[in-house]
């Protein structure tokens, strides 16, 4: 899954989605209540652009880094 572009403003809170089941991301909407995840808080630095994650395997979250990229590991 390719990340997110997002305008985002100096000294604004954004909740990024951790669990994957949100229907806004890459913010939170509230549906990982009552799991094992909950959202993560990014306050914006500076005022421009930013790639949110949207695979959730950023090793820099709330930001991409490329993992998308790479091949997900074999489970097992």
């Not at 403003?9 to 909407?29: H, I, L, M, N, V």
């Not at 652009?49 to 590991?73: I, M, Q």
Request: some cysteine; overall charge positive.
């Amino acid at each position: 899954m390719n990340p997110i572009a997002i305008d985002v403003e100096a000294g604004r809170a954004y909740w990024w989605c951790r669990c994957g089941s949100s229907k806004t991301q890459p913010f939170c909407d509230g549906s990982h209540k009552g799991g094992a995840y909950s959202p993560l808080k990014y306050t914006a630095p500076e005022t421009g652009r930013v790639w949110f994650c949207a695979c959730k395997r950023t090793a820099t979250p709330p930001l991409c880094d490329g993992s998308h990229k790479k091949p997900a590991e074999a489970a097992g």
